[in-house]
């Protein structure tokens, strides 16, 4: 049974910062690409972040880019989001996905990975407020 849980959110200031962490377990953690999504009230539910199966390609929402840091090591089957200088427009339920499209666009450059498998986590909460 393939199960993602997400850990790290909470109440954090505007300027801040929080690690989430996503825990995989119950498939091969290795062969599926990650990425983060999230969703807050009244607005569809958005990529935040992907990373490849390796690691070694990561794409970003502009929104969060040059603030968020997408991570994972498929030793321990985890992946990780740090965001930084936290705003009230990332308040939101971020949830852990694996196996959903990434695409990589670097110039004229388009990489793209998924699996036939898609899975989620039950999502964690963060609010940025004063």
């Known amino acids: 049974q393939a199960q993602l849980v997400e850990s790290g959110g909470g109440l954090v200031q505007p300027g801040g910062s929080l690690r989430l962490s996503c825990a995989a377990s119950?498939?091969?953690?290795?062969?599926?690409?990650m990425s983060w999504y999230r969703q807050s009230p009244g607005k569809e539910r958005e990529l935040v972040a992907g990373i490849s199966k390796g690691g070694g390609w990561t794409t970003y929402n502009d929104a969060v880019k040059g603030r968020f840091t997408i991570s994972r090591e498929n030793d321990k089957n985890s992946m990780y989001l740090e965001m930084t200088n936290l705003n009230g427009d990332d308040t939101a339920v971020y949830y852990c996905?694996?196996?959903?499209?990434?695409?990589?666009?670097?110039?004229?450059?388009?990489?793209?990975?998924?699996?036939?498998?898609?899975?989620w986590g039950q999502g964690t909460q963060v609010t940025v407020s004063s």
């Open positions: 119950g498939f091969d953690f290795e062969n599926y690409p």
């Open positions: 996905n694996a196996g959903s499209k990434i695409t990589v666009l670097s110039g004229g450059f388009k990489f793209t990975e998924r699996h036939e498998s898609e899975y």
